[in-house]
């Protein structure tokens, strides 16, 4: 199955420091460029476990002893190593945002390019979509939706608008959406405001923020000290989220200190935040957006 290049491959797991005995862990395994080059570092005494919750990536899996893929949510981290009999970790990378694959698949509902069901589902196993958030939220909910995922300021006029245009019947397609939408999408900013609303329906369908929340959260439990995280953010929201966990350990607000004023908090960045160079842009547009943070379990 067709998988673009893996986004900035030698600085997400450089950004690991290997050990070729250790165990690792790719919660984005999607086509398996980052795994695949996480294996070449490791001995024949290592693991790695990989994590995938589109049945797609399934076909990707990869053929050797050290290796496991499980089809499932990377919120579930913990749970699944704990069954698999790893309590800790000596890495874990994460590449987030939607694959190229899933943007390519017309009928996945990803991309502005395509006519296409309302979709959106990185599970195709899960019965909510992109058609339930488009008809069935209330004007309230789809201005949340619209103002905080999309960062849209014409949240408010699109919601109404949305809901006006079910009384004619429910909107089912990319292109009854776009036509709804019309008076929102002037010519030559039509691909950018489209892409800012694909993007916030898709957050919400597949509660992206909260999983990744949850998984942050479960890192510190998971990573031996001195284990590295090494995860690629496409969009502000995702990047604030994980920068601000990298340094205070929370999402919100400051972290505590102790009596001697002095701030604990789990990890240490390492380095600064990397971004793709203009060699790797032109070579794969999916990198022009990413930036990859590092930090190191204290």
Not at 227 to 251: A, P, T
């Amino acid at each position: 199955m067709e998988y673009h290049n893996p986004v900035l491959l030698t600085e997400t797991v450089d950004g690991l420091n290997i050990d070729p005995n250790g165990v690792y862990v790719d919660v984005t395994f999607g086509g398996g460029g980052h795994s695949r080059e996480i294996l070449k570092h490791l001995g024949e005494n290592a693991k790695l476990i990989a994590f995938d919750q589109d049945k797609d990536a399934l076909e990707n899996a990869i053929d050797d002893p050290r290796f496991l893929l499980i089809n499932e949510n990377f919120r579930f981290l913990k749970r699944f190593l704990r069954f698999y009999g790893y309590k800790e970790v000596d890495g874990i990378l994460g590449d987030f945002g939607v694959s190229s694959h899933q943007f390519d698949v017309a009928e996945r509902g990803f991309s502005t390019r395509f006519e296409a069901d309302l979709d959106m589902r990185m599970n195709q196993k899960s019965e909510f979509s992109a058609f339930n958030v488009v008809n069935n939220y209330d004007e309230k909910q789809l201005r949340s939706v619209l103002s905080q995922y999309g960062e849209l300021r014409a949240a408010a006029g699109m919601a109404r608008v949305i809901v006006e245009a079910r009384l004619d019947g429910e909107i089912k397609t990319s292109e009854q959406l776009k036509k709804a939408l019309g008076r929102f999408l002037p010519k030559h900013r039509e691909n950018k405001i489209l892409a800012q609303i694909y993007q916030a329906i898709r957050i919400e369908v597949n509660q992206e923020l909260e999983v990744l929340k949850e998984f942050l959260l479960q890192t510190q439990e998971v990573l031996k000290p001195g284990g590295r995280l090494s995860l690629i953010s496409y969009h502000s929201l995702e990047d604030r989220l994980v920068k601000r966990y990298m340094r205070d350990g929370q999402f919100e607000g400051q972290p505590e200190k102790d009596v001697f004023g002095r701030v604990e908090v789990p990890f240490k960045r390492v380095g600064k935040f990397i971004i793709p160079s203009e060699e790797e842009i032109k070579e794969n547009n999916r990198a022009r957006s990413a930036k990859l943070r590092v930090a190191e379990k204290l």
